[in-house]
């Protein structure tokens, strides 16, 4: 099992910044830490991907936050942060950690999510 802690989100104006942190912890050391992500979720709306990392540290973003936000990860794959600069209204969501990890012996995916920290961008 891997326990995800958000934090960082908060209040801020259009055009400020935010960084987000999700500290992973694994319970098993039979847990392997793969994909690790952000998703976020408007209200009214559907979760959605905003920017991930694979297993081999190739970076992925959403259309609507290229240039804007940078992904990242330590070695260990158990701190993931999202910095996210020239915020915007419509940037306004829970945003939620994910990782995707595997379990040695076992051939299925295990997917986590953290609890979700509250992005609020207004003037």
């Known amino acids: 099992q891997v326990q995800l802690v958000e934090s960082g989100g908060g209040m801020v104006q259009p055009g400020g910044s935010l960084r987000l942190s999700c500290a992973a912890s694994k319970r098993s050391l039979s847990f392997t830490i793969r994909d690790t992500a952000w998703y976020r979720q408007a209200p009214g709306k559907q979760r959605e991907l905003v920017a991930l990392i694979d297993f081999d540290g190739s970076e992925k973003y959403a259309e609507f936050v290229k240039g804007r936000f940078t992904i990242s990860r330590d070695n260990t794959k158990t701190a993931i942060i999202l910095q996210m600069n020239s915020l915007e209204p419509e940037d306004t969501a829970v945003y939620y950690c994910?990782?995707?990890?595997?379990?040695?012996?076992?051939?299925?995916?295990?997917?986590?999510w953290g609890q979700g920290t509250q992005v609020t961008v207004s003037s």
């Open positions: 994910y990782v995707k990890a595997k379990r040695s012996g076992r051939l299925e995916d295990f997917i986590y």
